[in-house]
C-alpha cells in the first residue's frame, strides 16, 4: 500500500476552513483515499474518502489532485469540536476480499487544534 | 441504530495473566477488524475476520489471537501478558460493498487495557 504523508500538527481559528493537507504521491490506480479523525480517547470516525474526483458530505470535502498524489480535507467552518488527529489513509480496493479492506494503515496523522 | 460495542471499556491485569476483548458489530456488519493503538506505535492493525474466518493478519505475535462467531461478534485473546500489552485496543466492523465502491470502517469506543 501507499504510504501517506502529513503534517504533525495545525491549527486553526473556530468558524474558519480548515485545510489539512496529505501527499501520497506513490498512490496507484486502484487505490483510494479515506480521511478518518480522533477525538481523544475515542475511536477513529470515519469522514470521507475518495477516488479521483472530489467529494463532499455534510462533514468535509475532499479535494484530490489531477495526479492524484495528494489530497486536501476542507473543513469548511471548524469548531472546537473538530479538534483531533486527523489521519489520511490510501488503501487498495481489492475484489480479492469481496471489496472490504478492514486492515487500514494508519500513519501519524495530523494533530488539528482549533483555537477560539 | 447502535454502533460498534466493546466490553469492558477498561481493564486491569498482571503479567501472564490472559485477557478476553468482545467486540459486536453494527447489525449486518460481517466483517470485524480489530486495531491496537499505543502511544508510542500508534494504530496498528491485528487482524480482520469475515463469515467466521481470519482473512488478514498484522505482525503480532501468537499469543494475540482472534475468532469471529455466526453472528459477527468476535473476540480476541491475548495471553501471558506483558506490559508492553497495555494499550487502547479498538474494533471496527464494516458492511461489505463488493464492487459498489470502498469500505468504510465504524469504529468501536475501545478496550483500555493496563498490564501491570
Known amino acids: 500500500d501507499a504510504k501517506t504523508t502529513q503534517p504533525t500538527s495545525m491549527d486553526c481559528a473556530e468558524g474558519r476552513a480548515a485545510n489539512l493537507p496529505c501527499n501520497h504521491s506513490t498512490i496507484s490506480g486502484n487505490e483510494y483515499v479515506y480521511w478518518y479523525r480522533q477525538i481523544h480517547s475515542q475511536g477513529p470516525q470515519y469522514i470521507i474518502h475518495g477516488l479521483k474526483n472530489n467529494e463532499t458530505n455534510e462533514m468535509a470535502s475532499l479535494i484530490i489532485t489531477e495526479d492524484r498524489k495528494s489530497s486536501t480535507l476542507i473543513l469548511p467552518h471548524a469548531t472546537l469540536r473538530d479538534t483531533a488527529v486527523y489521519y489520511c489513509?490510501?488503501?487498495?480496493?481489492?475484489?480479492?476480499?469481496?471489496?472490504?479492506?478492514?486492515?487500514?494503515?494508519f500513519g501519524k496523522g495530523t494533530k488539528l487544534s482549533v483555537k477560539p | 441504530k447502535a454502533g460498534v460495542t466493546q466490553t469492558p471499556r477498561y481493564l486491569i491485569k498482571t503479567r501472564g495473566q490472559q485477557v478476553t476483548l468482545s467486540c459486536s458489530p453494527i447489525s449486518g456488519h460481517r466483517s470485524v477488524s480489530w486495531y491496537q493503538q499505543t502511544p508510542g506505535q500508534g494504530l496498528q492493525f491485528l487482524f480482520e475476520y469475515f463469515s467466521e474466518t481470519q482473512r488478514n493478519k498484522g505482525n503480532f505475535p501468537g499469543r494475540f489471537s482472534g475468532r469471529q462467531f455466526s453472528n459477527s461478534r468476535s473476540e480476541m485473546n491475548v495471553s501471558t501478558l506483558e506490559l508492553g500489552d497495555s494499550a487502547l485496543y479498538l474494533c471496527?466492523?464494516?458492511?461489505?460493498?463488493?464492487?459498489?465502491?470502498?469500505?468504510?470502517?465504524?469504529f468501536g469506543a475501545g478496550s483500555r487495557l493496563t498490564v501491570l
Open positions: 471496527a466492523s464494516s458492511l461489505e460493498q463488493g464492487a459498489s465502491g470502498a469500505n468504510v470502517l465504524t
Open positions: 489513509i490510501v488503501r487498495l480496493f481489492s475484489m480479492n476480499y469481496g471489496g472490504s479492506q478492514g486492515n487500514l494503515i
